[in-house]
């Protein structure tokens, strides 16, 4: 299986990702060498497996309802690329 | 004082034979005279000094545990309070961890004393520590070669006594496979054993921290620290943690390990395949027994990883959106072209190879053939691992096909890269605890003996590594120059 140039701009769109240009190509064959590399998966038959997301099969803890994170809003903001009376700055959305 | 070990320091330490301050001292002037070896990213040298004396403090007082006083680094994966956690990324290379990871609270708790932070590939995503924003890490045995990775700063930084003993993260060998190529111990815990918390992700179902020592004691002695249920990290698993120092001399009559075929086959190296041999050997005079098994599943381990592991981390990487923290580009004309080019301009380019692979692989059309496929080979991998591991206490082969390549020699491939990781990965997806414990040299480069056990049974892997190292040194050897 091979991916075409334009299937990395879709993909790197969807990711939000910026690549360059001259890179297009070479993303376009490292990830057909991979996709070959996965087809090789296909020639197990993995009928009737479940599916395993996660080494440990246990169920998400759970916890009472009650506070436990401090304000850390100061904390956190003084490393924000710009904020403004309490608030992250992006460019604006809405018109 | 460099070459002594946690428990031969923790002596001199109350014999009063040296201070902490002297400790830690010696170890930095180590870290500037080998500074070539671009090991650390972030040397902490006054809050270190200000640690080791509070250590010894603390010495003088008499509530002293094992590892107050004694120098540690820590892979810049682990956020550290009030210090730049770079995660080997020009993304975070403006990153001041706002709070500590678990892991790093648990060392300060126990009076180390941190050096500083240590070079990783990019987002722990690399296996030759090559795709580090703050460039390539050289291997102490040879600098023309790779320590490994993503380790490859921690790793290094043991094999030639930059720290007395570090932490190492392995998704998919992270731990192992530098151990191996530097000639140190490295131990990946059961999945859940360590608290991820503050732990920067890249794969989270499959990333797990760990000790990268000179020996199975030092291992023991850290993991005794790290491990443990952490009720901020929600995989953490609550399982009492054992005394790992109180069986490492347990004797190994009866033992039965198990030798996977398809760990030994084509594409391992010859001489890496002799001096594994010879480490079973010796297994065998202290008592064990060895039987083949077989994992038929597990030549499918690498296509299934590079599906999931990038699957995992195109979702965690999502967070680096040039928005609350890290890197953002100049002059954004609207809020797409803020988050495409602060993460165009962020990441390197392996990272980016993984979030398209992982973006493609979850995108809509694909899942079910590349995702929930990679999923079920998951499941018959563990599952392989679960009837081999009914049969064998343990499991053992070699963490890497060859020795330790040269640098620049498969970064240009990453395919090629990717396969180098073939006797590593399983374990991750399995969640199993693996060690890579030093098994001698090939070409005079160190080789790696991979020690496989069940879930949680990482105080009988140390006892295991432990006493191959009460009748063989490798594990004592030295790089010229760094002796």
Redesign the interface.
Known sequence: MSLTADDVKKIAHLARLGIEEQDVASYAKDLSGMLDLMTRMSDLDTDGVEPMAHPMDQAQRLRADRVTEQDNREKFQAIAPQVEAGLYLVPKVIE | MHNKTIAELAKGLRSGEFSSVELTSAFLDRIKQYSSLNAYITVTEDPALQQAKAADARLAKGDAELLTGIPVAQKDIFCTEGVKTSCGSKMLD???A??NATVVDKFNNAGAVMLGKLNMDEFAMGSSNETSYYGAVKNPWDTNTVPGGSSGGSAAAVAARLAVCVTGTDTGGSIRQPAALCGITGLKPT??RVSRYGMIAYAS?LDQGGPMTRSAEDAAIMLQTMAGFD?KD??S?DVSVPDYMAGLNNRLEGLKIGLPKEFFGEGLNSDVAAAIEAAVNEYKKLGATVTEVSMP?L??A???Y??IAPAEC?ANL?RF??????H?CEN??????????S???G?G?EV??R???G??AL?AGYYD??Y?????????I?EDFKRALSEVDVIMGPVTPSTAFGIGEKIGN??EM?LSDIYTIAIN????PAMSVPAGFAGGKPVGLQIIGNYFAEDRLLNIAHQYQQVTDWHQQTPKGFE
């Open positions: 403006n990153f001041i706002p709070y999945y859940g179902s009720e929600s995989t698993v599943t030549e499918l690498i296509p299934a590079y599906v195109s999502s959106d040039g928005v609350r923290f890290g953002r954004p004309l609207d809020l797409t072209d803020l988050y495409t080019r993460r165009g301009e990441f380019k980016k190879r979030i398209l692979m973006t493609y995108s053939a590349y929930i496929k990679a999923q079920k080979i998951r499941r018959l563990s990453p395919i990717y997806l399995a969640g199993l």
